[in-house]
């Protein structure tokens, strides 16, 4: 059987026990890269959070180094430039008096050869983009503290701390990543990071309920330890771990693909790129980040801490994941002693069963032959 076949079944056998370590040391180089570029680099900031001026209009033909030549002449050689779609010419300076927004304006009609009312002009003041970015840090907090008490409530406490780490991790590499590639932030941006916070902790939310819902294997087998549970639950539920993503995805890279890239839609490029990073950062600390951190945390608690000891004691290697029976859950030694043992002691008694039957069935009976009438004499 293929290894796609097997995780259709359910019946992969993963050591994420071992991938778990490679899993964490990516991710802090992950997140080392995007806070030293966060403090060096910056995010590039788009004119709703820096303020200042945009012009925009329809230039057929025109490419940014042409319409950036035309404009030293009125001083915006440096503005940011763009074309947006494949004819759409938008340019982004600082603010400005209103003298000189109308001579770039006409600037930019004399390049494109229109009319200076079909030149549109929006300013945007600074103040804006800075109570944008205030409520979007509200928002953060806020649903940090919401996903505490849900997950306290509903699962454990541990389990919940796990989540809020990995949805801090997931915030940090996508923005990251806007800092890395120098991709323009924007409001847009801002609501598809709020987004992914939702995604990461469903995806996390899934997983930690299977681990909730196998906790009893390790009281029960005394020979699994928490991780080595842990381990046997990302394995049943990694399909549809798989299938959660990939349904995500299809209809982000749609229009990621279809909207930005095709139909030159700008605001949906924003806002499909930050969705697309932040999914797949979301999946990956679900199984990565979010798994090992509530190992580490479930068994400093003295029950499992003796378990783990006890097995170590043994002899017993609890770096490594144990080997699954069935699809079902039923991963430990013991577990599979127990129904070995069970299923022999079945096998013998029936065994039992069927040679009492037969050997009352084979027995000879005891015949009584009839008893002779007797002679009766007539009368």
């Known amino acids: 059987m293929n290894r796609m076949s097997r995780i259709n079944r359910g019946q992969t056998n993963i050591d994420f026990l071992k991938w778990w370590k490679r899993g964490l040391a990516i991710s802090a180089v992950l997140v080392i890269a995007s806070i030293v570029s966060l403090t060096t680099r910056g995010l590039n900031l788009g004119i709703d959070f820096e303020g200042g001026v945009s012009w925009e209009v329809r230039a057929p033909g025109v490419s940014v180094e042409e319409a950036r030549s035309e404009l030293e002449s009125v001083g915006e050689g440096e503005a940011k430039i763009q074309i947006v779609g494949s004819d759409i010419l938008r340019v982004q300076g600082p603010e400005s008096t209103p003298e000189h927004t109308v001579e770039v304006r006409q600037a930019l009609a004399d390049l494109a050869g229109t009319d ?8 945007v003041g600074a103040s804006w983009g800075s109570d944008v970015t205030a409520s979007a840090i509200r928002a953060l907090i806020f649903f940090a503290i919401a996903i505490l008490i849900y997950l306290s409530i509903r699962l454990e406490w541990r389990m919940a701390v796990a989540a809020v780490f990995a949805v801090v991790h997931d915030v940090l590499i996508s923005v990251g990543v806007y800092s890395i590639f120098q991709f323009e932030v924007s409001p847009g941006t801002v609501v598809a990071f709020l987004t992914i916070l939702g995604y990461s902790i469903y995806d996390t939310v899934v997983v930690d309920d299977k681990i909730k819902e196998n906790e009893g294997l390790v009281g029960q087998s005394g020979r699994m330890t928490y991780g080595q549970m842990t381990s046997l639950s990302m394995n049943q539920v990694l399909l549809r771990s798989i299938n959660t993503t990939v349904s995500s995805l299809l209809p982000v890279l ?7 890239f095709i139909m030159g839609a700008v605001t949906l490029k924003e806002f499909a790129v930050a969705l697309t990073v932040g999914m797949l950062a979301g999946a990956y600390s679900s199984v990565f ?20 000891e006890r097995l170590q004691s043994q002899g017993v290697d609890v770096t490594r994941s144990t080997e699954r029976v069935d699809r079902m859950g039923a991963g430990s030694p013991a577990i599979s002693a ?4 069970s299923s022999t002691a079945s096998a013998t008694a029936s065994a039992t069963d069927s040679a ?23 009368r």
Not at 359 to 378: C, D, G, L, M
């Open 116 to 123: 200076v009312s079909d030149v549109s002009v929006s300013t």
């Open 254 to 260: 749609s229009l990621l693909i279809v909207g930005a």
């Open 289 to 308: 980040v979010a798994a090992p951190v509530l190992v580490a945390l479930k068994e400093r608690e003295s029950k499992y801490r003796a378990i783990r």
């Open 338 to 341: 127990a129904s070995a043992a």
């Open 356 to 378: 009492e039957k037969s050997t009352q069935v084979a027995s000879p009976s005891v015949v009584i032959p009839p008893r002779p009438r007797k002679n009766q004499r007539k």
